[in-house]
């Protein structure tokens, strides 16, 4: 049974959300505030958690930055919820490492789908190797990447990403295609955030980011690793 926490100061939505996922069969953690949700995840580690962006004190946004500068919770499963349909919101969330995003009010059959499609991206692999592309190694199980002998330091998203394109070398993605392979969803046709993503990346692992020589860019299409 997998477990979820849901992270709103509204007891209708917790109400809501509690009749609606144990209807389906989950356990449901709740908590009222981000430093609550941040205690209950101290003590047992869900598979998932909803989060308010509107929280009183300790915001949405600053709990899942939290949770992702902790190595065990980086990829833990966050789908935000916000009343807010400002698309600087979603920007951020996704930039701070939100998975998915749901603007209130929403359908719970709605939220139920993309949480069973959340899990199921989230099952461990059964076989546990490295990529190795050239002078790039990536280390599928100890979440670790290293350029030319070097350690090199990335979020949970360039990971994700770089693990994409490293797994089918040449293969050409669509920024759409990156978009709900590594966020979980269509992003509505704005891919700003994969581009970001593919610029801090290069900075991170090219010798010239401006002449690169892992990832290659198909203008008006979209990103590969080079084969």
Not at 67 to 74: H, N
Not at 96 to 116: C, H, M, N, Q, W
Not at 180 to 200: C, K, N, S
């Amino acid at each position: 049974m997998a477990v979820i926490l849901v992270v709103d100061d509204d007891e209708l939505i917790q109400e809501l959300l509690k009749f609606n996922l144990e209807k389906e069969g989950y356990q449901v953690l709740l908590a009222s505030d981000g430093s609550e949700a941040l205690s209950v995840i101290e003590e047992k580690v869900p598979d998932l958690v909803i989060l308010d962006i509107m929280l009183p004190g300790m915001s949405g946004l600053e709990v899942c930055n939290q949770l992702r500068r902790v190595p065990k919770l980086a990829d833990l499963p966050v789908i935000m919820l916000t009343a807010k349909g400002e698309e600087i919101d979603k920007v951020l969330g996704l930039e701070i490492g939100a998975d998915d995003y749901l603007t209130k009010p929403f359908s719970p059959r709605e939220l139920v789908a993309r949480i069973r499609a959340r899990l199921r991206r989230n099952k461990p692999s059964e076989e546990k190797t490295d990529i190795v592309r050239q002078d790039l190694r990536i280390d599928l199980e100890r979440f670790r990447v290293s350029v030319r002998g070097e350690y090199i330091e990335l979020t949970p998203k360039e990971f994700e990403l770089l693990r994409v394109l490293a797994t089918h070398p040449g293969k050409v993605y669509t920024r759409d295609e990156l978009l709900e392979r590594i966020w979980g969803y269509e992003y509505a046709g704005d891919t700003r955030t994969v581009d970001v993503h593919v610029r801090h990346l290069r900075q991170k692992i090219e010798k010239d980011p401006s002449d690169p020589e892992y990832i290659e860019t198909l203008r008006g299409i979209g990103y590969r690793l080079k084969g």
